[in-house]
């Protein structure tokens, strides 16, 4: 079978493709893979991969266009989902720099990270000597963003960022943002919100894509959500975004609440408002809004359609 | 102290640019004058005042001291990989500390499991002081953000962890590490601490005894340059990779730091030392940790027995690795486990934890399991056999206090170092601290120091740079060599150590292990990369860790091989009894110009803990 690997030696882009044996690899994860493939055929392959169990988020790639951890991959699962096929194209995450092959630059990640100020300011009641104190209901409201192990897979797939970067950050950065504005202990949560504002909270287009592909089951989207309503209540509502998404709200319910009364928002008031869409979501988290008065039946359903149109009304701006 | 760095700023200031050899046209110097406190940098190299080379918890927390001790000198942290890529993340289990002494814990009763579990090759003065640390460092870290696993008061939650009185490991979920590095990341950024990845240390410069730097190369570009700095923090993490496929730790954890000190005429303290972990999945070694045995969890052979009854009655499981580790090959051995040779392995069984218990306390390790064994071990046991985990060995430090090494401006940390807090065998828990508090302690001193001391002349320096970069087009220039010679080398060497300096230790497997080491020394030479290309060239990168791993398997072997006694991970079939009229010394090799290595001895410090033999 073979594998088409998306190659950069420092100059230029080419495409090589290597045959290997099923039998060699069926047994293995993606990365075994790779790494069969760099010590038996080509060592001049590059990729990065360093705990090999899923946790050190090193070994983000793409198959077939979407973003995997090639560790937490079996060949067998890539087979079942893309039915038995015998080629797969391999290709660097998207929207990071390649430095060379399937390995990116991490850089600008962390300097985005560092703009949100990841780590926490405690409380003046808790001290360096004598530590914080939290209970279990305050614990199990971040832990789950703490999953994050910086992989990069939700980045690669965002659209937003895929569009333009300038004015955007990874959706990890604004999960870690969440999860240290969110805790218990944080002295003050806009010391993360405020900056999370200024570099592009409300840009996010919320297509869900960075939460379908997360091997940790993190929901950028809905971090994000949840920065956007804390940032509201806080009083940062002036600016554009917050704009955009009274606006938006105000036509979700003031209209007769169906799908198609949304397209017809669309065809009024244009493009950008539906950009702004996400912030639908942010109100429903903030419970704000109910979804399932507006798409009528199940959530999820009426999730996908406002997913698509947001989509398409991304490719149109874009056009 | 600066919390906000533009991109620009950062790359201005971290600012080794690599390539900038002649310096004068990038304004590096300026840039660095302005950081640095005393005489500026004259000599034209890259410079800085901390340096930090390794970014796991010890690396990290060095950084976060260092700036918190003089906000006015630069720090710099190097590292091969993303800070958040190294054996730090990948401890489950817990971080050891006594914080609650409602039970009648204490740091004293800490100290004496740790000598007590280092089967008394440990300093005893060492242990205690490490022991009061361990508690502060675990609010500490509360207090900067780490989301520990709570009790029902809200407090730390801990757990049991082999070879402990008492209940003292501290953790978060199973994944300690992870949420730990994270933590420690989280914190150097609010810090301001700079960061260079992907950056490899190549060697280290010793002139007139003093540490003037380090000669690094830009993984990226392929550029080697040579980095002056007032003093070094060597964070770069354990040599377990000396059996290659048979350890639980990162790719990464191949002894760099230990073999860059050898090579610069230090001292690499108790080498054999190197511990095996007794539940590593049967493929590729990856670690189900001791929390599982520590929540319960139970070893079964083929005939169904809890064998551990054999050999620990009344702890089972939860002996010290070293035990636990040998009764299981001991088992294989004696026909009592399931497959055979390689494949041959015992069961780890949890299901009577209930899934809930499970999914809470255990996902990750359930997550492996599924992941490389295929199986669930919410329905059924799990296949394990032991695999190499820590090294206990390490650069020699020579004290708590400063974990400075002899060569005033050099300092150490973390399982790169070797202060002796371990001695023979690490209990569970007791690393990630070591890494915590050891690297805050260096990043401390090695702040002091730098605030004082003007850079070295770097001569030395460049000298070693020029060798590095004719090494590069050496081995890589004809573009020739058969692709698998390398990895080839790499897992024969492997599965030599494991065989010959494994859990079981002989003197003639020991002797047939040197004429081996010899032959792959040979063959290492004369191996080429058939990669010309300088621009993040992995082969070159593995093929300097495989030569640091040959000098780490070499002084290991040096010291294993004198070591005429059985004490903790250090066991030796033909002298099963510990030595200590002989051997309560750890061993310190050191390596000539030539590349010949020699061993001597250094006492043990001996404190308030009796000498006595090791029972559970
Ligand atoms: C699977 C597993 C489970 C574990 N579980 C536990 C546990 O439950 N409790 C516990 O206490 N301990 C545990 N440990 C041990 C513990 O994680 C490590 O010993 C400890 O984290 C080491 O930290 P460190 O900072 O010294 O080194 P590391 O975390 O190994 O960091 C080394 C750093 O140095 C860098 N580096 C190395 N060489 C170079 C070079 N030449 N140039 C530049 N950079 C370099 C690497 O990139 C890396 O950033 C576990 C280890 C493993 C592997
Ligand atoms: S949020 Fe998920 S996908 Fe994104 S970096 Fe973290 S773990 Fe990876
Ligand atoms: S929901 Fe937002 S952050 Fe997630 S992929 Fe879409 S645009 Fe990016
Ligand atoms: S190698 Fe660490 S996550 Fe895949």
């Known amino acids: 079978m073979k594998f088409i690997i998306d190659r950069f030696d420092g100059k230029k882009n080419y495409q090589q493709t290597y045959t290997v044996e099923k039998k060699d690899i069926e047994a293995l994860t993606l990365l075994g893979t790779l790494l069969f493939i760099k010590q038996h055929l080509d060592l001049t392959l590059n990729f990065t991969a360093s705990c090999r169990m899923a946790i050190c988020g090193a070994c983000g790639v793409r198959v077939n266009g979407h973003s995997y951890l090639a560790c937490d991959t079996k060949m067998t699962e890539l087979f079942e989902e893309y039915k038995d096929a015998d080629t797969f194209r391999i290709s660097p995450l998207s929207n990071y720099t390649v430095i060379s092959d399937l390995a990116v630059d991490w850089e600008p990640a962390i300097e985005n990270l560092r703009k949100v100020k990841p780590g926490l300011v405690a409380k003046d009641k808790f001290s360096e000597k004598e530590g914080c104190v939290q209970n279990q209901e305050e614990y199990d409201r971040i832990v789950g963003q703490w999953d994050c192990i910086l992989c990069g897979v939700c980045a690669s797939e965002c659209n937003k960022l895929s569009a333009d970067r300038s004015d955007y950050m990874e959706p990890f950065v604004y999960t870690h943002a969440w999860k240290v504005a969110n805790d218990s202990r944080t002295k003050d949560p806009m010391i993360h919100v405020k900056p999370s504002v200024a570099n592009g909270l409300w840009n996010c287009v919320h297509c869900h894509e960075c939460t379908n592909r997360c091997p940790k089951h993190i929901s950028a989207a809905d971090d994000i959500a949840g920065l956007r309503a804390l940032a509201m209540k806080k009083g940062l509502n002036s600016g554009v975004g917050p704009a955009h998404a009274k606006s938006f709200y105000t036509d979700l319910v003031e209209d007769s609440g169906r799908l198609n009364e949304i397209r017809l928002a669309l065809r009024t008031e244009g493009v950008s408002t539906v950009l702004r869409a996400g912030t639908a979501v942010t109100l429903m988290s903030a419970g704000k809004m109910n979804p399932l008065e507006i798409f009528g039946g199940h959530e999820i359903e009426g999730h996908k359609d406002l997913v698509k149109m947001i989509e398409a009304a991304h490719a149109a701006h874009k056009e | 102290m600066t919390e906000q760095f533009t991109r620009r700023e950062f790359l201005q200031s971290a600012c080794i640019t690599m390539g900038a050899l002649a310096v004068s046209t990038t304004g590096v110097e300026k840039a660095f004058a302005a950081t640095s406190t005393s005489t500026p940098n004259t000599s034209g ?506 000098l780490a398997s070499r002084a290991a072997l040096m010291g294993a091989t004198a070591r005429k006694e059985s004490r903790g991970s250090h066991f030796r079939e033909d002298y099963l009894k510990r030595d200590d009229e002989n051997f309560l010394k750890h061993s310190m090799v050191t390596m000539d110009e030539s590349g010949k290595m020699h061993l001597d001895w250094k006492d043990v410090v001996v404190g308030q803990f009796k000498i006595e033999e090791r029972k559970y």
């Open chain 2, 45 to 550: 190299m890259p410079s800085c005042d901390v340096l930090i080379i390794g970014s796991g918890a010890a690396g990290l927390r060095a950084a976060v001291a260092a700036r918190k001790k003089n906000p006015n000198l630069s720090v710099v942290v190097v590292s091969k990989v993303m800070p958040t890529r190294s054996a730090t993340t990948m401890a489950e289990g817990g971080i050891n500390g006594v914080i609650d002494f409602s039970e009648g814990d204490s740091f004293e009763l800490h100290a004496k499991d740790t000598v007590k579990g280092g089967d008394f090759l440990v300093d005893q003065d060492t242990a205690l002081k490490f022991a009061n640390y361990a508690g502060a460092a675990i609010h500490e870290l509360d207090y900067i953000g780490m989301p520990f696993s709570r009790d029902s008061k809200g407090n730390v939650d801990k757990r049991y962890a082999g070879g402990a009185s008492k209940i003292r490991c501290n953790f978060a979920s199973d994944k300690t590490g992870h949420i730990l590095t994270h933590t420690c990341l989280d914190d150097a950024l609010k810090h301001g601490v700079k960061f260079l990845m992907d950056h490899h240390m190549l060697d280290l410069s010793i002139e007139n005894g003093h540490c003037e730097g380090v000669v690094l190369r830009n993984i990226r570009t392929g550029d080697i340059a040579p980095v002056r700095a007032k003093s070094v923090v060597l964070a770069t993490g354990g040599y377990t990779r000396v059996f290659w496929n048979r350890t639980s730790t990162p790719y990464i954890a191949t002894g760099d730091g230990a073999a860059a000190a050898l090579r610069a005429g230090l001292i690499f303290k108790d080498p054999e030392m190197l511990q095996f972990h007794p539940t590593g999945v049967c493929h590729g070694g990856t670690l189900i940790t001791e929390a599982a045995r520590g929540e319960g969890g139970i070893l079964l052979n083929n005939l169904g027995e809890r064998f551990m009854k054999r050999y620990v009655p009344n702890k089972m499981e939860l002996a010290p690795r070293d035990i636990v580790a040998r009764s299981i090959e001991t088992e294989i051995r004696e026909g009592r486990a399931f497959g055979h040779d390689m494949e041959a392995y015992v069961l780890l069984d949890v299901t009577h934890l209930g899934k809930e218990k499970i999914m809470r306390n255990l996902p990750q390790i359930r997550h492996i399991g599924l992941l490389f064994e295929n199986m669930d071990l919410v329905e059924k046991p799990i296949a394990i056999r032991p695999t190499a985990h820590y090294s206990m060995g390490g650069i020699h430090v020579t004290s708590i206090d400063t974990m400075a090494t002899p060569a005033p401006g050099l300092f150490a940390a973390g399982e790169a170092s070797c202060v002796s807090i371990h001695g023979a065998n690490r209990l569970g828990g007791n690393s990630l601290c070591d890494a915590t508090v050891t690297g805050k302690i260096a990043g401390i001193n090695a702040a002091e120091y730098a605030a004082k001391a003007d850079f070295g002349a770097g001569k030395r320096l460049n000298d070693l740079t020029l060798k590095w970069t004719s090494h590069f087009k050496e081995i890589t220039g004809s573009g020739k060599g058969n692709v698998n010679d390398m990895y080839a080398l790499r897992e024969e060497l492997g599965a030599a150590n494991w065989y010959n300096m494994g859990i079981f230790r002989t003197e003639s497997k020991l002797l047939a292990l040197a004429d081996k080491h010899a032959e792959f020394q040979a063959r290492y030479d004369a191996i080429r990369i058939p990669n010309t290309n300088p621009v993040f060239n992995t082969a070159y990168t593995e093929y300097v860790e495989l030569g640091n791993l040959l």
